[in-house]
């Protein structure tokens, strides 16, 4: 939107970055993944990391990211053999010897005989046989080449293996071109030196791209990307090397560092690998890991390319297991990813990482000295959807709001309407309202152009409505171990969550806490109770539960009292008179006769107790029977599965309150 002076404003595509009016991203289904996991006993950041590991709508997790790279890793474990150059360099020097002993055999002077116990001289190891014909005079035509090829087959293969696609580059190279390459590597050691001592290279780097950029066709854009590509490449040639058998690798060895030699940059190349562990100390410099081993033989170059993948592969598979302390997505590595399965894989990864975001950006949860919690606004989607799902199957008719007819706080309008006074919460009478203001400003004087209608505190008016009795809640939930391990402890968080939401949005004239009992009891908060886990303490001291609903309900006395306790077991604990929890099992009769006589006193506030049995023992139901007769309430037998429902359909029946009866 742009200004246009004197002509009001021109409308145009937004271009200043996300879009202000696009719909916000929807978590609803997330949060509700994420309750799901927290009600059945998993902590937040768990909860989190199990979707994430599940993936959300229409992209994939980090599970499936993982068996894919998984699968990568077991293709690239049977790329092939590690001694392809050394087997190929034994083939030519067999040829080229084959050949020289053909061209001499027919021979009958001294100096072919001379000739011929010196090739039988020739060391057994490859490595030795090269070095001592490197100044042998060939007559073969055919052996001098074949042997001209090990040179070249070196030159190349070990400059591969530290420069990814040098041996291509270098098929078939004059002297001109390995001056090239002597210049380059002289020049890279200068640069990663200049970029190890803190300097700024970044104009060095540009001019070093501009003479060399041919030697590096992964075009990197910055002295960091082609330090990580070169440490890598290098770290990955002495794992390859580790892989060989020791006489393999003692062979090579010579192998390479003859040819090194030979071109003029041994001590160059060992200057530029000191260089890069400088560089990139992290990386696993010296480490044995994990190599090819399939049937095809393959070159130094394209073997340390496939240790190097292999590499990471494993790297990879670790970041997406996110099995490690401290792990977060920020640590998976997008080019290798993109590298492994494609542009659609890092898609799904910036999604997982857009989805964690927006969990935070919009409330739903919070971070704090490094711990993960649900937000206040997240413990209330739970509650919510506990809500919906009971309401999914319960039918909800004949609630009964036992209504009495003089106006008050909540209920249905009345039709009438008065001033509004500090405190009221009656929806505003904007009419009248309106009305009031025009009427008293009427006399005032005004210019030709003002219309403008002051409101004042004394205008506003505020519809009357029937007034409902107000019910006080008081919901004991069992925590004792025994409720995680019959499977019926993320049901009880449920049920209360969803009781919590219907009492404060639906009924706020109503007044709820929620008590869990274990060994003691206590007064639980919504946010504490969505992540609360069952205590590993023995006991059922529902007694002490008990005493807690009864100091609530003291404080409500003009409410209907409601008390409903879910439990598995019958009491195993209570308070002693200097107030230190007791157990025992099975149940002290001391044990029964107090908490029979606290639920005498509750009974005496008029409240009802209605006990919701979730374990069929006969002592348990035994118990609570007897308990129920003597407060007047009802014992229910539901399945976990039900229990949200049972109990809402009984808060919404017991609340009719005593005019209704």
């Not at 055999?105 to 000739?115: E, M």
């Not at 030196?193 to 970044?202: F, K, L, P, S």
């Amino acid at each position: 939107m742009t200004s246009r002076r004197g002509r009001g404003y021109r409308y145009g595509r937004w271009r200043g970055g996300p879009d202000p009016l696009a719909p916000p991203y929807d978590l609803g289904n997330a949060v509700d993944e994420i309750g799901d996991s927290v009600l059945g006993g998993s902590g937040v950041r768990e909860a989190l990391r199990e979707l994430l590991r599940r993936g959300t709508e229409g992209r994939r997790g980090l599970d499936e990211l993982r068996r894919s790279v998984r699968e990568r890793l077991r293709r690239a474990r049977t790329a092939g053999r590690m001694d392809g150059t050394l087997q190929e360099v034994r083939q030519l020097l067999d040829k080229a010897l084959t050949a020289e002993r053909r061209e001499l055999f027919p021979d009958p002077d001294d100096a072919a005989r001379l000739a011929e116990a010196e090739l039988d001289a020739l060391p057994d190891d490859t490595a030795g046989a090269v070095r001592a014909l490197k100044d042998y005079p060939w007559r073969s035509d055919e052996g001098r080449q074949a042997y001209e090829q090990i040179q070249d087959l070196l030159r190349r293969e070990v400059l591969d293996s530290s420069f990814a696609s040098m041996k291509q580059a270098l098929e078939n190279a004059t002297e001109q071109d390995m001056q090239a390459v002597k210049d380059m590597v002289a020049d890279l050691s200068q640069l990663i030196d200049a970029h190890n001592r803190g300097e700024d290279t970044d104009e060095r780097f540009r001019d070093f791209m501009d003479k060399h950029g041919q030697f590096f066709p992964d075009d990197p854009q910055s002295i960091e990307e082609l330090i990580d590509s070169l440490a890598r490449r290098a770290a990955a040639q002495e794992r390859m090397m580790a892989g060989l058998t020791p006489d393999q690798r003692a062979e090579l060895s010579e192998l390479m560092a003859q040819t090194m030699s030979d071109m003029g940059l041994a001590s160059e190349m060992a200057h530029l690998s000191d260089a890069l562990r400088q560089a990139r100390p992290d990386l696993p410099w010296g480490q044995r890991g994990q190599v090819p081993d399939g049937e095809q033989a393959l070159g130094m170059g394209d073997a340390t390319s496939a240790v190097a993948e292999l590499a990471d592969l494993e790297a990879l598979s670790s970041q997406l297991s996110q099995g490690y302390a401290g792990a977060s997505l920020a640590d998976i590595d997008e080019e290798l990813l993109e590298r492994a399965l494609g542009r659609p894989a890092v898609d799904d990864l910036a999604a997982l990482r857009q989805l964690e975001r927006e969990l935070e950006r919009q409330g739903f949860l919070n971070r704090s000295d490094g711990k993960l919690e649900l937000s206040p606004k997240a413990v209330r989607r739970l509650g919510a959807t506990a809500l919906r799902r009971v309401f999914a199957t319960l039918d909800a008719t004949g609630r009964g709001e036992h209504d009495v007819a003089d106006a008050g706080a909540a209920g249905e309008l009345t039709g009438g309407s008065r001033e509004w006074r500090f405190g009221d919460e009656q929806p505003l009478d904007v009419v009248r309202t309106v009305r009031n203001a025009v009427l008293r400003t009427a006399g005032e004087p005004r210019s030709e152009h003002q219309r403008r209608v002051r409101i004042a505190v004394e205008d506003f008016e505020v519809v009357e409505t029937e007034r409902r009795a107000g019910a006080a809640v008081a919901l004991l939930v069992d925590l004792s171990y025994s409720m995680a391990l019959r499977g019926t402890w993320g049901a009880a968080k449920s049920t209360a969550m969803a009781l919590h939401s219907l009492v404060t949005t639906r009924f706020p004239q109503d007044a709820i806490q929620i008590i869990g009992f274990s060994s003691t009891a206590q007064v639980l908060r919504p946010e504490t109770l969505a992540e609360l886990s069952v205590d590993t303490l023995q006991g059922t001291n529902l007694q002490h539960g008990l005493m807690l609903a009864r100091r609530f309900l003291a404080h409500h006395r003009d409410a209907e009292p409601v008390v409903l306790v879910v439990t598995d077991g019958e009491p195993t604990a209570h308070l002693e008179d200097d107030g230190t929890p007791f157990f025992c099992w099975p149940p002290m009769p001391e044990t029964i006769a107090r908490t029979v006589a606290e639920v005498e006193r509750v009974a005496r506030t008029g409240a009802t107790v209605n006990v919701f049995a979730l374990d069929p023992d006969p002592a348990l139901i035994h118990f609570v029977h007897d308990l129920t007769q003597r407060a007047g309430g009802r014992v229910f037998q539901p399945d976990a599965e039900r229990l949200g429902e049972y109990v809402v359909a009984d808060y919404l029946r017991t609340r009719r309150g005593r005019r209704a009866r």
